[in-house]
T-cell receptor, first 113, second 111 residues
Framework: KAGVTQTPRYLIKTRGQQVTLSCSPISGHRSVSWYQQTPGQGLQFLFEYFSETQRNKGNFPGRFSGRQFSNSRSEMNVSTLELGDSALYLC????????????FGPGTRLTVL | QKEVEQNSGPLSVPEGAIASLNCTYSDRGSQSFFWYRQYSGKSPELIMFIYSNGDKEDGRFTAQLNKASQYVSLLIRDSQPSDSATYLCAVNSNSGYALNFGKGTSLLVTP
């Protein structure tokens, strides 16, 4: 069974630009969660989508947004990039039940210059 | 107040010993608890999950949960150098759909 895939794996942008990251979950999984990982803050929850609906959102500014498509693939977008947005962005896939075992993709390393 | 707390380490144990990793959480309503292993430069890998009070064993790994004390731990028996990694404790949020992570404990297993 294929795992979670994320593209691109690495990205370099400059301040003020916007970026779109993509995630394809494990086949059969309908929930996709996004996390930001930085050395200082650790892993922080961004948002979660299930059947194209956002069910939960973390404490991030509105510059961070996402969506999910009918095939469960998800994208997240960050507009007006800031230096502090440099991080590893991780996507996690799950069945979406209450017990919520989440499986992570390899991540996208975003560097903002 | 941080919702999930872990000792950052590093925790150093000799090869063959038992490594004990601990985690406390603040939300009494949490129902599911997870341990992830993250090697440097890699993404987190799920190694254990536990929902009920008590112990759960899987190979060399044992997860222990005490909801009354809001405490979850991971024991690694017969530790190997390949177990050297950061171990992340994660707890489901009130909504059940988001995971709150601790900052991780760095484990070093020395030959």
């Amino acid at each position: 069974k294929a795992g979670v895939t994320q593209t691109p794996r690495y990205l370099i942008k400059t301040r003020g630009q916007q970026v779109t990251l993509s995630c394809s979950p494990i086949s059969g999984h309908r929930s996709v969660s996004w996390y930001q990982q930085t050395p200082g803050q650790g892993l922080q929850f961004l948002f979660e989508y299930f059947s194209e609906t956002q069910r939960n959102k973390g404490n991030f500014p509105g510059r961070f947004s996402g969506r999910q498509f009918s095939n469960s693939r998800s994208e997240m977008n960050v507009s007006t990039l800031e230096l502090g947005d440099s991080a590893l962005y991780l996507c996690a896939s799950s069945l979406g039940t209450n017990y919520n075992e989440q499986f992570f993709g390899p991540g996208t390393r975003l560097t903002v210059l | 107040q941080k919702e999930v707390e872990q000792n950052s380490g590093p925790l150093s144990v000799p090869e063959g010993a038992i490594a004990s990793l601990n985690c406390t959480y603040s939300d009494r309503g949490s129902q599911s608890f997870f341990w992830y292993r993250q090697y440097s430069g890699k993404s987190p890998e799920l190694i254990m999950f536990i929902y009920s009070n008590g112990d759960k064993e899987d190979g060399r790994f044992t997860a222990q949960l005490n909801k009354a004390s809001q405490y979850v731990s991971l024991l690694i028996r017969d530790s190997q150098p390949s177990d050297s990694a950061t171990y992340l404790c994660a707890v489901n949020s009130n909504s059940g759909y988001a995971l709150n992570f601790g900052k991780g404990t760095s484990l070093l297993v020395t030959p």
